[in-house]
T-cell receptor, first 114, second 114 residues
Framework: KQEVTQIPAALSVPEGENLVLNCSFT??????LQWFRQDPGKGLTSLLL?????REQTSGRLNASLDKSSGRSTLYIAASQPGDSATYLC?????????????FGKGTLLTVNP | GAVVSQHPSWVICKSGTSVKIECRSL??????MFWYRQFPKQSLMLMAT?????????EQGVEKDKFLINHASLTLSTLTVTSAHPEDSSFYIC??????????FGPGTRLTVL
């Protein structure tokens, strides 16, 4: 059974700081990995999707890496802003076909202080 | 593109009543939709996978007679919580899959059962 762990559970940083969020998964046989953002009481916004054959994806100030063999992914946020404050979720899709389910971590609650 | 809506965004009902939640993909056709449940400060737990025109596949521990799922078209799936009780109070989120790869999430529905 796939298990996804995110460290740290919470992180508070001053505005402008670069930061890294960590995600690990137990079964390396994945189809892809996604990073999401969730604001309080809201749904999920997809940030980055990395296919199993890829090593990293970038979007603006965000960079996500994937090391499938070691079961790890990181989300790097450059020059953090108060608007980045949210819960960040990591999810992996199993390799049992394209319709296989996503398994989520519990998330990292990020607070960026002005 | 790839917008998913949910209706209602929140609902309060009396114990014993049934509540229907709609999930719509607004600008794409989704052959597969997923229903998740999220408790406070917890991650998303997959409840069921819904394929258009066929019966939903429920995760272990999810009562299919309690949580009725209908996926009547390529843009609409519904979740009906039957005979709701206070323990069913939660945040329900749907997602729709596009291109056999990425899932796009709705904004969620907050259910409170009194």
């Amino acid at each position: 059974k796939q298990e996804v762990t995110q460290i740290p559970a919470a992180l508070s940083v001053p505005e402008g700081e670069n930061l890294v969020l960590n995600c690990s998964f137990t079964d390396s046989a994945i189809y892809n990995l996604q990073w999401f953002r969730q604001d309080p009481g809201k749904g999920l916004t997809s940030l980055l999707l990395i296919q199993s054959s890829q090593r990293e994806q970038t979007s603006g100030r965000l960079n996500a890496s994937l090391d499938k063999s070691s079961g790890r992914s990181t989300l790097y946020i450059a020059a953090s802003q108060p608007g980045d404050s949210a819960t960040y979720l990591c999810a992996v899709k199993g390799s049992g076909g394209s319709n296989y389910k996503l398994t989520f971590g519990k998330g990292t609650l990020l607070t960026v202080n002005p | 593109g790839a917008v998913v809506s949910q209706h209602p965004s929140w609902v309060i009902c009396k114990s014993g009543t049934s509540v229907k939640i709609e999930c719509r993909s607004l600008d794409f056709q989704a052959t597969t939709m997923f229903w998740y449940r999220q408790f406070p400060k917890q991650s998303l737990m997959l409840m069921a996978t819904s394929n258009e025109g066929s019966k939903a596949t429920y995760e272990q521990g999810v009562e299919k007679d309690k949580f009725l799922i209908n996926h009547a078209s390529l843009t609409l799936s519904t979740l009906t919580v039957t005979s709701a009780h206070p323990e069913d109070s939660s945040f329900y989120i749907c997602s729709a899959q596009k291109d056999h790869n990425e899932q796009f999430f709705g904004p969620g529905t907050r259910l409170t059962v009194l």
